[in-house]
Nanobody
Framework: QVQVVESGGGLVQAGGSLRLSCAAS????????MGWYRQAAGPQRELVAS???????NYGDSVKGRFTISRDNAKNTVYLQMNSLKPEDTAVYYC???????????????WGQGTQVTVSS
């Protein structure tokens, strides 16, 4: 099986910074992409940022220019540097890993348990 574990959430004042980390472990042949999503009030989970194995980056419109995603392939770890935080960034942040468990066959999507980020005004 594959485990995805996030860390680094917390409480910060508006204008401050936080860095989130996410590590994937277990039965992993390769990771196609890793990403961060967030969920505020309601069931909708929105893309924050993602990075592929080929370093193709994608950011949600609301975080462009403020958040930076990076990846350490050797550690199967992805980071999210969040600067100039706003109260509207408050949400539970979830990490996703799209994993190839063997050289052939389909890939699988795994989610972490989420980490709370709260930005006070």
């Amino acid at each position: 099986q594959v485990q995805v574990v996030e860390s680094g959430g917390g409480l910060v004042q508006a204008g401050g910074s936080l860095r989130l980390s996410c590590a994937a472990s277990g039965t992993i042949f390769s990771i196609n992409a890793m990403g961060w999503y967030r969920q505020a009030a309601g069931p909708q989970r929105e893309l924050v940022a993602s990075i592929t194995s080929g370093d193709i980056l994608n950011y949600g419109d609301s975080v462009k220019g403020r958040f930076t995603i990076s990846r350490d392939n050797a550690k199967n770890t992805v980071y999210l540097q969040m600067n100039s935080l706003k109260p509207e960034d408050t949400a539970v942040y979830y990490c996703n890993a799209n994993v190839q468990k063997s050289p052939i066959g389909r890939s699988y999507s795994f989610w972490g348990q989420g980490t709370q980020v709260t930005v006070s005004s």
